[in-house]
């Protein structure tokens, strides 16, 4: 037997596939609609660390479905591309000078390398690169139509900003308070952005997700990322400590309307649009330090339920409108001006952290609804009859909301209202390596759009990226690129600065691989007819907010301007799991790098430098860990066909699992059997009729099953299950001398999604001159399938006695007659009475004895 030699089959087919574009789809009207299929993988950003093994996880599973596919008929569009925009190179290029687009496409090389080394069967001639200009001229034309619509706007907001660095910082480059790069503490310095907005597509973003097949889990994540609720809108009128107002009214929203009487006093962010107006002078100072303090601080650290309230007290007041009575208005940083209005009434009486705020700054306690508490010592949060509330006394919480929403509407001072957690879309992104926002700004015509046949607006090839220092975009301060002429007066004009985020590259790349090569448009109308909706989209779950409710946002504003033909890009979702590694643990919860740990004889583990005994964990892949496992390690050493199959087999897709050299060598060697199996001498037995050797019959109905299963299970994701039959027919065939060349040819059908290179080899050695890859999808006999007799379980009054086969379908008589037969049944029957007896057709005959 010769060995295995994956090491020439695996280069051989990957030039065999390139050179004859085995993967290129076309849009062949002749294929009806229901045998079309677009599967799709989200694309990678080109990191200069490239593949880990983490990543072809979801490839090989799309790869596998995409091969079974073509294999039944289906007509396969599976594309690949790069998110080729983003942070790592323009943080390189301002650290070493070399331009993002020299280490951007330096990756760009290595993971295609690194991806085509696997045999993954994309078409390449549809590969798109996010920061070519001829892909962002078409991102820029749909932000075009965006500004067209009203959908973005100009508005001062803040950002994080790092003193040190004088640039404006991304939120994933800011690590617990600091920038990621120097260390220094990040504030927050307010400039001027572009915003999207998105919350004008809230409730259709909520409501289309009901027809998608998606996990539930993501769902939940984007409904509670839009934060749907019902309530009232509340105007407050500002007055002085006397009661005087001042004309200014202070809005908030709530969903607890009828709790109004327990409102004692109010909250503005410290970004709210009305603090110097509503400050007074006494307590400007100490509201200008407030806020000063509040800028240094995450979202995430001003919401903290555990943290210590503080706060300032503006010095004015609000009118209650039910009541009439002056409460205070004080700036906490509890508050964001991201949700509502910025501005809540407080009930402490009946919230944590308006009560914890409350006790700290010796504010009124109204108990509202009738509480099992002494709300003087803790807030009742649950339901209750309402009190101390004039005309809503005794009612319940609906008929309240209800009756204080009408007496709201009637004195106008209030109305009801929906609100959104989510917020308008921040776009504008300080920096160089990104698609320039194609708008100019005229001292004359004010903001004016690049025209149409003036795009794509490309980046301007410089030698510097630093920072303006003001906030700006490095563009900011590259004059001959920033100065220009307006498009509708031709006077003097400046660019837009701001550049577009990462993720605009990755909002409609599903759309460019129809027709990429397209320079009238982003595609044609007839290839989006032709393939879209995408219908299984693969990806991890880490991006099941943000980058899926983006696209969503685009692709509907694409529909309602008449350029796309659905709804939804995504019909179905799957997120696969995370291939984590092991790592180690001290007793102190802290991880020690691989490369830093011995194992003692008894196989447990310590760290080198101290002794101290380590426990190995599951755990992320990680550089600083030293736990990363290198793909192209394990192609070098057991082949592409072993690293796929071993991704596959290591347990269902949607899991996390850990990675372990021992598994891969057992699919190896499974692989290697079958190389083996491929050299017997094959036979022309009709496995179709009738045969007389019994070993052949099992191993056909061995086979049949193994047929329906690994058809069920790549049908339905479940590659695990299908290689595990896969492995139990091969153990049976490895037994033979020969086998049947119609069992054998169809069987390498089977595996050749799965083990690709190898399935192309297996093929021609059986003498065939075509790729297997458009090669019809085995069928199976589900006679085959059965089993040829049953064991029926005899119990004797509930205990098992015995066991005998049967043919399948036998009468419940004979079964009955056969049972009372058994010599283990009449030593428990004989001189006893039967008092009943309980037949299960294939499976059981339960006696009843006196």
Same mark, same amino acid.
């Given at each position: 037997?010769?060995? %295995?030699?994956?090491?020439?089959?695996?280069?051989?087919?990957?030039?065999?596939?390139?050179?004859?574009?085995?993967?290129?789809?076309?849009?062949?009207?002749?294929?009806?609609?229901?045998?079309?299929?677009?599967?799709?993988?989200?694309?990678? %950003?080109?990191?200069?660390?490239?593949?880990?093994?983490?990543?072809?996880?979801?490839?090989?599973?799309?790869?596998?479905?995409?091969?079974?596919?073509?294999?039944?008929?289906?007509?396969?569009?599976?594309?690949?591309?790069?998110?080729?925009?983003?942070?790592?190179?323009?943080?390189?290029?301002?650290?070493?000078?070399?331009?993002?687009?020299?280490?951007?496409?330096?990756?760009?090389?290595?993971?295609?390398?690194?991806?085509?080394?696997?045999?993954?069967?994309?078409?390449?001639?549809?590969?798109?690169?996010?920061?070519?200009?001829?892909?962002?001229?078409?991102?820029?034309?749909?932000?075009?139509?965006?500004?067209?619509?009203?959908?973005?706007?100009?508005?001062?907001?803040?950002?994080?900003?790092?003193?040190?660095?004088?640039?404006?910082?991304?939120?994933?480059?800011?690590?617990?308070?600091?920038?990621?790069?120097?260390?220094?503490?990040?504030?927050?310095?307010?400039?001027?952005?572009?915003?999207?907005?998105?919350?004008?597509?809230?409730?259709?973003?909520?409501?289309?997700?009901?027809?998608?097949?998606?996990?539930?889990?993501?769902?939940?994540?984007?409904?509670?990322?839009?934060?749907?609720?019902?309530?009232?809108?509340?105007?407050?009128?500002?007055?002085?400590?006397?009661?005087?107002?001042?004309?200014?009214?202070?809005?908030?929203?709530?969903?607890?309307?009828?709790?109004?009487?327990?409102?004692?006093?109010?909250?503005?962010?410290?970004?709210?649009?009305?603090?110097?107006?509503?400050?007074?002078?006494?307590?400007?100072?100490?509201?200008?330090? %407030?806020?000063?303090?509040?800028?240094?601080?995450?979202?995430?650290?001003?919401?903290?339920?555990?943290?210590?309230?503080?706060?300032?007290?503006?010095?004015?007041?609000?009118?209650?409108?039910?009541?009439?009575?002056?409460?205070?208005?004080?700036?906490?940083?509890?508050?964001?001006?991201?949700?509502?209005?910025?501005?809540?009434?407080?009930v402490p009486a009946h919230d944590t952290r308006d009560w914890d705020?409350?006790?700290?700054?010796?504010?009124?306690?109204?108990?509202?609804?009738?509480?099992?508490?002494?709300?003087?010592?803790?807030?009742?949060?649950?339901?209750?009859?309402?009190?101390?509330?004039?005309?809503?006394?005794?009612?319940?919480?609906?008929?309240?909301?209800?009756?204080?929403?009408?007496?709201?509407?009637?004195?106008?001072?209030?109305?009801?209202?929906?609100?959104?957690?989510?917020?308008?879309?921040?776009?504008?992104?300080?920096?160089?390596?990104?698609?320039?926002?194609?708008?100019?700004?005229?001292?004359?015509?004010?903001?004016?759009?690049?025209?149409?046949?003036?795009?794509?607006?490309?980046?301007?090839?410089?030698?510097?990226?630093?920072?303006?220092?003001?906030?700006?975009?490095?563009?900011?301060?590259?004059?001959?690129?920033?100065?220009?002429?307006?498009?509708?007066?031709?006077?003097?004009?400046?660019?837009?600065?701001?550049?577009?985020?990462?993720?605009?590259?990755?909002?409609?790349?599903?759309?460019?691989?129809?027709?990429?090569?397209?320079?009238?448009?982003?595609?044609?109308?007839?290839?989006?007819?032709?393939?879209?909706?995408?219908?299984?989209?693969?990806?991890?779950?880490?991006?099941?907010?943000?980058?899926?409710?983006?696209?969503?946002?685009?692709?509907?504003?694409?529909?309602?301007?008449?350029?796309?033909?659905?709804?939804?890009?995504?019909?179905?979702?799957?997120?696969?799991?995370?291939?984590?590694?092991?790592?180690?643990?001290?007793?102190?919860?802290?991880?020690?790098?691989?490369?830093?740990?011995?194992?003692?004889?008894?196989?447990?583990?310590?760290?080198?430098?101290?002794?101290?005994?380590?426990?190995?964990?599951?755990?992320?892949?990680?550089?600083?860990?030293?736990?990363?496992?290198?793909?192209?390690?394990?192609?070098?050493?057991?082949?592409?066909?072993?690293?796929?199959?071993?991704?596959?087999?290591?347990?269902?897709?949607?899991?996390?699992?850990?990675?372990?050299?021992?598994?891969?060598?057992?699919?190896?060697?499974?692989?290697?059997?079958?190389?083996?199996?491929?050299?017997?001498?094959?036979?022309?037995?009709?496995?179709t009729g009738k045969l007389e050797d019994k070993a052949l019959v099992?191993?056909?109905?061995?086979?049949?099953?193994?047929?329906?299963k690994v058809s069920n299970d790549t049908d339905t994701l479940n590659?695990?299950?299908?290689?595990?039959?896969?492995?139990?027919?091969?153990?049976?065939?490895?037994?033979?001398?020969?086998?049947?060349?119609?069992?054998?040819?169809?069987?390498?059908?089977?595996?050749?999604?799965?083990?690709?290179?190898?399935?192309?080899?297996?093929?021609?050695?059986?003498?065939?001159?075509?790729?297997?890859?458009?090669?019809?999808?085995?069928?199976?006999?589900?006679?085959?399938?059965?089993?040829?007799?049953?064991?029926?379980?005899?119990?004797?009054?509930?205990?098992?006695?015995?066991?005998?086969?049967?043919?399948?379908?036998?009468?419940?008589?004979?079964?009955?007659?056969?049972?009372?037969?058994?010599?283990?049944?009449?030593?428990?029957?004989?001189?006893?009475?039967?008092?009943?007896?309980?037949?299960?057709?294939?499976?059981?005959?339960?006696?009843?004895?006196?």
């Amino acid at each position: 037997m010769s060995k %295995y030699p994956f090491e020439n089959i695996e280069p051989k087919w990957q030039k065999y596939w390139e050179l004859n574009k085995t993967f290129r789809a076309k849009e062949d009207s002749k294929i009806p609609p229901e045998k079309r299929k677009y599967i799709l993988d989200m694309f990678p %950003y080109p990191s200069a660390a490239g593949l880990h093994v983490g990543h072809p996880e979801g490839y090989t599973a799309t790869d596998i479905y995409c091969r079974y596919l073509r294999m039944k008929g289906f007509n396969v569009l599976h594309p690949m591309g790069f998110d080729s925009f983003g942070l790592p190179a323009e943080n390189y290029a301002i650290k070493t000078g070399t331009h993002p687009s020299t280490t951007t496409h330096a990756n760009i090389e290595k993971f295609t390398q690194q991806i085509k080394s696997l045999g993954f069967s994309y078409d390449w001639d549809r590969v798109v690169s996010t920061c070519e200009a001829d892909y962002y001229h078409w991102t820029q034309w749909i932000f075009l139509k965006l500004y067209e619509k009203g959908l973005a706007y100009e508005a001062q907001t803040p950002i994080n900003w790092c003193p040190s660095c004088l640039t404006g910082l991304a939120n994933e480059e800011v690590k617990e308070g600091r920038c990621e790069r120097c260390g220094a503490i990040v504030t927050h310095k307010t400039i001027r952005q572009w915003i999207l907005k998105i919350t004008e597509y809230a409730e259709r973003l909520l409501e289309d997700l009901d027809g998608l097949d998606w996990p539930e889990s993501v769902k939940i994540m984007q409904r509670n990322w839009i934060g749907k609720s019902e309530g009232a809108e509340v105007t407050f009128n500002v007055a002085d400590k006397d009661g005087k107002e001042s004309g200014e009214k202070l809005t908030v929203y709530t969903t607890r309307c009828d709790t109004l009487f327990g409102a004692t006093y109010m909250v503005v962010s410290p970004e709210h649009p009305l603090i110097e107006k509503l400050t007074t002078a006494d307590q400007k100072k100490a509201v200008e330090e %407030y806020r000063e303090q509040a800028a240094k601080k995450s979202d995430l650290e001003r919401t903290d339920l555990a943290k210590d309230k503080t706060g300032v007290f503006s010095g004015s007041y609000a009118v209650n409108p039910v009541n009439g009575k002056l409460i205070p208005i004080w700036v906490a940083d509890y508050v964001l001006i991201s949700y509502g209005t910025g501005a809540i009434m407080a009930v402490p009486a009946h919230d944590t952290r308006d009560w914890d705020f409350a006790k700290k700054f010796n504010l009124p306690i109204i108990e509202v609804l009738k509480s099992e508490v002494d709300v003087q010592k803790q807030a009742w949060t649950e339901d209750g009859i309402h009190v101390n509330s004039e005309f809503l006394n005794g009612l319940n919480k609906a008929d309240a909301i209800a009756k204080m929403l009408e007496w709201l509407a009637e004195k106008g001072v209030g109305k009801k209202a929906v609100n959104y957690k989510l917020r308008d879309w921040i776009f504008s992104r300080q920096r160089y390596w990104g698609e320039p926002i194609p708008l100019v700004h005229c001292p004359t015509c004010g903001t004016v759009p690049v025209p149409e046949n003036e795009l794509p607006l490309t980046l301007p090839n410089v030698k510097s990226y630093q920072p303006t220092g003001t906030g700006e975009s490095p563009l900011a301060g590259i004059e001959e690129w920033v100065n220009c002429k307006c498009p509708k007066c031709g006077g003097a004009a400046r660019r837009e600065t701001n550049t577009m985020p990462q993720w605009a590259g990755s909002c409609w790349y599903y759309l460019r691989y129809l027709d990429p090569q397209n320079s009238k448009a982003f595609c044609s109308k007839e290839a989006e007819n032709y393939w879209m909706p995408v219908d299984l989209y693969v990806g991890g779950a880490e991006h099941a907010v943000l980058h899926l409710l983006y696209s969503r946002f685009w692709h509907k504003v694409l529909y309602d301007c008449g350029l796309v033909s659905t709804k939804e890009p995504f019909q179905r979702l799957v997120n696969q799991g995370m291939i984590t590694s092991f790592a180690f643990q001290r007793k102190n919860k802290t991880l020690v790098p691989t490369d830093e740990v011995d194992q003692k004889a008894d196989g447990t583990y310590f760290e080198k430098a101290t002794g101290e005994p380590l426990e190995q964990i599951v755990a992320k892949m990680s550089k600083s860990l030293k736990n990363v496992v290198n793909p192209d390690d394990e192609i070098k050493a057991y082949g592409a066909d072993s690293v796929r199959m071993y991704e596959m087999f290591m347990g269902p897709l949607t899991m996390s699992k850990p990675w372990s050299t021992q598994g891969i060598v057992g699919i190896h060697r499974f692989l290697e059997k079958v190389w083996a199996v491929s050299e017997k001498p094959l036979n022309d037995t009709d496995i179709t009729g009738k045969l007389e050797d019994k070993a052949l019959v099992a191993l056909r109905k061995t086979f049949a099953q193994t047929v329906k299963k690994v058809s069920n299970d790549t049908d339905t994701l479940n590659f695990n299950t299908a290689i595990s039959q896969m492995m139990i027919f091969i153990n049976e065939a490895s037994k033979f001398e020969s086998l049947p060349r119609a069992m054998w040819s169809d069987f390498v059908k089977l595996i050749a999604p799965y083990a690709p290179h190898l399935g192309e080899e297996l093929w021609e050695k059986l003498g065939n001159k075509n790729t297997i890859t458009y090669e019809s999808w085995p069928t199976f006999n589900e006679d085959f399938c059965k089993d040829d007799t049953k064991q029926i379980v005899v119990m004797i009054n509930g205990k098992k006695r015995d066991t005998f086969e049967a043919a399948p379908g036998t009468s419940q008589d004979d079964l009955k007659a056969a049972a009372l037969a058994l010599e283990g049944v009449k030593k428990f029957t004989d001189g006893h009475e039967i008092v009943k007896t309980v037949v299960v057709p294939d499976k059981l005959v339960n006696l009843v004895i006196k």
